[in-house]
C-alpha cells in the first residue's frame, strides 16, 4: 500500500450499533487526524494523535474515541451511533505535528446512520 | 472566534482565468493552505503561503495579506479537469487547520 487506507469505504448502520473506521498509513508520518465532512460545511476535526501512544480531542469529539497503539494505525470508534453521525469520514496523516507541514488524506469511508 | 468566509459556488469558462477568494479570522496564524476535492474524492494539497505575496505553481497561483487576513487561489488557462471544490484552510497558533466549507468551481465548455 502506499499512503492512507481507510475501511470500510461505506457502511449503513443502525442506529445504536457499535462501529470502528479503519485508517492505515505506510508513511511512517507521526501525526494523524480524523475528520467528518458535511454539506456546506467545512472539515471538522473530531481527534488527532500527535505521535503514537498519544490523543487528543478536536472541534467535534462527543461520541467518538481514538487509539493510537502504533505510528500507522488509528481508528475511529462509535461506542453508539446515533442519525446525526451521518458523514464522511476522512482520515489523515502528516509528518510531524506542531509544524505546518502538508496533511495527506484517505479516501474516506461514507457512513449512514438510520 | 474562528471564521472562513468563501464563495459557495463559481462558475468559469474553459481556457479562462478565475480568481477565488478567502476571508479568515484566526486564533494565531501559521500559514494558509489551499487544497482541491473533486466530488467524491479527498481533498489534495495545491499551496500554502506564510509569508505576504503570490506564490506561483504551474497554472495556478495563490496570494496571502495577513494584515488583511486575505487570500486567493488563482487558477489560469482552465481545464475542465479544474471542476473541483477548492478549500481554503488556515492554521492556527496551535498549528490545526480550520478548514473553510470550499468552493465550488464549475467550468464550463
Known amino acids: 500500500i502506499a499512503g492512507i487506507t481507510q475501511a470500510p469505504t461505506s457502511q449503513i448502520l443502525a442506529a445504536g450499533r457499535r462501529m470502528t473506521l479503519r485508517c492505515t498509513q505506510d508513511?511512517?508520518?507521526?501525526?494523524m487526524y480524523w475528520y467528518r465532512q458535511d454539506l456546506g460545511l467545512g472539515l471538522r476535526l473530531i481527534h488527532y494523535?500527535?505521535?503514537?501512544?498519544?490523543?487528543g480531542k478536536g472541534e467535534v469529539p462527543d461520541g467518538y474515541s481514538v487509539s493510537r497503539a502504533n505510528t500507522d494505525d488509528f481508528p475511529l470508534t462509535l461506542a453508539s451511533a446515533v442519525p446525526s453521525q451521518t458523514s464522511v469520514y476522512f482520515c489523515?496523516?502528516?509528518?510531524?505535528?506542531?509544524?505546518?507541514?502538508?496533511?495527506?488524506f484517505g479516501p474516506g469511508t461514507r457512513l449512514t446512520v438510520l | 472566534g474562528q471564521n472562513i468566509d468563501q464563495p459557495t459556488e463559481m462558475t468559469a469558462t474553459e481556457g479562462a482565468i478565475v480568481q477565488i477568494n478567502c476571508t479568515y479570522q484566526?486564533?494565531?496564524?501559521?500559514?494558509l493552505f489551499w487544497y482541491q476535492q473533486h466530488a467524491g474524492e479527498a481533498p489534495t494539497f495545491l499551496s500554502y503561503?506564510?509569508l505576504d505575496g503570490l506564490e506561483e505553481k504551474g497554472r495556478f497561483s495563490s496570494f496571502l495579506s495577513r494584515s488583511k487576513g486575505y487570500s486567493y487561489l488563482l487558477l489560469k488557462e482552465l481545464q475542465m479537469k479544474d471542476s473541483a471544490s477548492y478549500l481554503c484552510?488556515?492554521?492556527?497558533?496551535?498549528?490545526?487547520?480550520?478548514w473553510g466549507a470550499g468552493t465550488k468551481l464549475i467550468i464550463k465548455p
Open positions: 489523515a496523516s502528516s509528518e510531524v505535528s506542531g509544524r505546518a507541514d502538508e496533511q495527506f
Open positions: 508513511m511512517r508520518h507521526n501525526a
Open positions: 494523535s500527535n505521535t503514537a501512544g498519544t490523543t
Open positions: 484566526t486564533s494565531g496564524f501559521n500559514g
Open positions: 503561503n506564510v
Open positions: 484552510a488556515p492554521m492556527d497558533s496551535n498549528y490545526q487547520l480550520i
